[in-house]
C-alpha cells in the first residue's frame, strides 16, 4: 500500500466533520504552537530592559529567528519550507486559529512558544520574568 505524503498545513483542506464527539466530551489541543512576532518584546517590557530583549526577524528565505545579544540560541532559523505559503494562516493569526480550531471542533487549545522558549534558559532570572510577563501579555 502506497501512503501519500501528507501535505503542508497551508495546503491541506479541513473537510466538514460528519462525526461528532459524545455529549459533554471537550475537545483540547495539547501542543500547538503560534509563531511570535517581530517586537513582541520591546513595548512589552520596562524600559530599562528594553535594549536587551530578544529580537526575533525573518530572514530574506522566510526564515523564522530569534536573537538575544546578537547571537541565535536555536539552529539556523525554522526550516525554509516554513514560510506563510505553507502554513496555514492560523499559524500567526488569532482569528483564523479560531476559525481552524471551530471547523475541528477544537475547544481549548496550548499553546507553546515558537522561537522563544530558550529565554527560560537565560542566566540573568529578573529578565527572564520580564520577558515571560511581556509574552503572556502578547499571548
Known sequence: MKMEPIPFPGERQIPPITWRPPAGTRVISADDHYQEPAGLFEDRVPAKYRDRVPKLFRDEDGRFHMTIDGVSPSSGGIAKSYNKAKQRQGDWDLQARLRDMDAELI????????????????????????????????M
Open 107 to 138: 475547544e481549548k487549545s496550548v499553546v507553546f512558544p515558537q522561537k522563544t522558549m530558550p529565554i527560560l534558559g537565560l542566566p540573568d532570572k529578573d529578565l527572564v520574568f520580564v520577558l515571560c510577563d511581556a509574552y503572556n501579555e502578547w
